[in-house]
């Protein structure tokens, strides 16, 4: 076998027995460790962001620390 044929087939051996994992099966794992890793990210950003504004930092305050855009963070705040 040369690589994922169905669906079905999860890992394949080669000559010398070491199983290789389906390349699809890696992009997958890999773009959902990205997908979560962003979300982290999003996630600690959004909180930071509301310490701030609790602290009594304006949103122009955060933009300009931050080098981000008002926008980018009144809509990171409108997810969380």
């Known amino acids: 076998m ?7 087939i999860l890992y ?22 990205n997908k979560g890793i ?4 999003e996630l600690n950003q959004s909180e930071v962001y509301q310490t701030m504004l609790e602290k009594g930092f304006s949103v ?3 933009a300009s620390i931050f ?5 980018s963070i009144e809509k990171l705040l409108m997810k969380a």
């Open 60 to 62: 122009k305050a955060i």
């Open 2 to 8: 040369n690589g994922c044929v169905i669906a079905s």
């Open 12 to 33: 394949m051996k080669s000559e010398n027995d070491e199983v290789k994992v389906c390349r699809a099966l890696d992009e997958m794992f890999e773009e959902s460790t």
């Open 67 to 71: 080098s981000v855009s008002e926008e």
């Open 38 to 41: 962003q979300m982290g990210i």
